[in-house]
């Protein structure tokens, strides 16, 4: 029989495919459909859940509603058998439909489909062979939807059903996250304020005291990444694509320097539901066995309470204010313990150098002598001298290129002689400047402390509320701040 055009609208979510026996090309699939479909129509088929899905064009041979052959199916159950379907990637939440539906007519088909295959027919026990197949949008949609299935259920769970649960989740979010380091492209949603992926954490009151829940960055699939730019308005965020490119390690690259560097705690998949521990992803880097010196300077939990403070910029209602006040206390927690970078220059024979009242205590970094160094001095707050330290040396050749070397020290070796810049580069508002007040303030609330308590004003500003000159980067002699 020769394929037919439905004028009807009709859209069709696979829960479910079959091999025939008596064909070597065609597939048998089952599912619901909404709207009529009729034996020989000409079918359009979609993996909405795919990165690169293609529009397939096929037939129906055949269709059995309650185990009889039917001329049509109108919303109701059916099996369908489709022309050479063995060719195409028909599986689990793939939509055939007519050419009129909509975009949004097929993703709901899609999703339901994905909800009644791996949900509703098998409560998320996915196998592996199974999971092979799925895309990253796939995996999200059926996770979330699980969560939803699941999550309020009067009288409780039992401790085993709970451990099911986990089980459960552990298989899909291990698949998950190598899918997203295979994939080629994600798309991270970053702070327009910060230049970082954007960190996401919610802070409770827990009796006296309160917490931050592990902040996490959030990415999109390509099919979502439309609900992204419509769920993140584009005055605070962006959707940036990240590629895996020729070598394939592009999106690895990035999210090891989102949680290693920055100290994201672990990422969002589509939805919020859909979280994944960092280490479940990348592990974390193992340095077991080199010297000190071949370590790189890292302050991922330096660095976490920084960029959350500055995503809030001005703080202007008490809640705010109040997240502001906890960030501020694990900052200068972290801030204290903390290894810097701080770049320099030998000292060449006969070479000026304008390191004047460089701390006795200063005398040797890294096994290089302070004294026959040159590094970046400017002018601070009150005339006092301004140096710069970075969190890690990937900030650091932001602004000091090769010809620098760097050297590691604690926060307080220069607070007493100099004023501190962490983390300044061309856009200031990221960095923070701390000093000697900074520092006495830190000694005092350095545990303990109420959130009420605390003063941020001392952080995560700029000397007197004005701009930094532009610190050096490595072709001129050091320079002063402009008056």
Request: net charge negative; with cysteine.
């Amino acid at each position: 029989m020769s394929e037919t055009t439905n004028e009807n609208k009709f859209v069709y979510g696979v829960l479910d495919k079959f091999e025939l026996k008596n064909s070597a090309t065609d597939v048998a699939v089952v599912g619901r459909v909404k709207g009529t479909l009729k034996r020989g129509d000409k079918i359009f088929i979609t993996n909405y859940g795919d990165d690169d899905d293609e529009l397939v064009v096929s037939s129906v041979v055949a269709l059995e509603v309650e185990n009889k052959d039917a001329e049509e199916a109108t919303d109701c159950f059916v099996a369908v058998r489709i022309r050479d379907g063995l060719s195409e990637n028909i599986k689990p939440g793939s939509v055939i439909h007519s050419e009129n539906a909509t975009e949004e007519e097929i993703h709901l088909a899609y999703v339901t489909a994905i909800g009644d295959s791996y949900v509703g027919r098998r409560d998320l026990e996915i196998y592996e062979t199974e999971l092979s197949i799925m895309s990253i949008t796939d995996c999200a949609e059926s996770w979330r939807i699980f969560i939803k299935l699941h999550e309020k259920k009067e009288g409780g769970f039992t401790k085993e059903e709970i451990n099911d649960f986990r089980r459960k989740i552990g298989v899909i979010s291990r698949s998950l996250g190598k899918k997203v380091l295979a994939a080629d492209e994600i798309y991270v949603v970053m702070s327009k304020r910060t230049g970082e992926p954007y960190m996401f954490s919610r802070t409770n009151k827990f009796k006296d005291d309160y917490v931050c829940s592990p902040p996490e960055i959030h990415i999109f699939s390509k099919p979502y990444k439309a609900m992204g730019e419509k769920h993140f308005p584009s005055d605070l965020f962006e959707l940036k694509k990240i590629e895996n490119g020729e070598n394939g390690t592009g999106i690895k690259d990035f999210l090891f320097d989102a949680f290693y560097l920055n100290g994201a705690m672990g990422m969002r998949v589509n939805f919020e539901v859909c979280a994944i521990g960092a280490e479940n992803i990348i592990p974390k880097p193992n340095y077991f066995g080199m010297k000190k010196n071949e370590i790189p300077v890292t302050n991922p939990n330096l660095v976490r309470w920084m960029l959350l403070r500055s995503q809030i910029a001005n703080p202007s209602t008490d809640a705010e204010k109040m997240v502001a006040k906890i960030y501020y206390r694990f900052f200068a927690t972290e801030a204290m313990k903390a290894d810097f970078v701080i770049p320099a220059k030998v000292v060449e024979d006969g070479e000026a150098v304008n390191n004047e009242n460089v701390p006795e205590d200063l005398k040797d970094a890294n096994g290089m002598e302070l004294k026959k160094l040159r590094f970046p001095i400017m002018v601070g707050k009150n005339t006092r001298n301004l140096v710069f330290l970075f969190t890690d040396m990937k900030r650091l050749r932001g602004m000091y290129d090769e010809e620098w070397s760097a050297f590691s020290q604690k926060l307080e070796k220069f607070t007493d002689i100099f004023d501190v810049g962490i983390n300044i580069s061309k856009d200031y508002s990221l960095g923070c400047y701390v000093n000697k007040d900074t520092v006495d303030e830190i000694k005092r609330v350095f545990l303990g402390v109420k959130p009420e308590d605390i003063n941020d004003s001392a952080v995560l500003q700029t000397p007197d509320g004005k701009p930094l000159a532009k610190p050096e980067e490595g072709k001129e002699d050091d320079k002063k701040a402009e008056e």
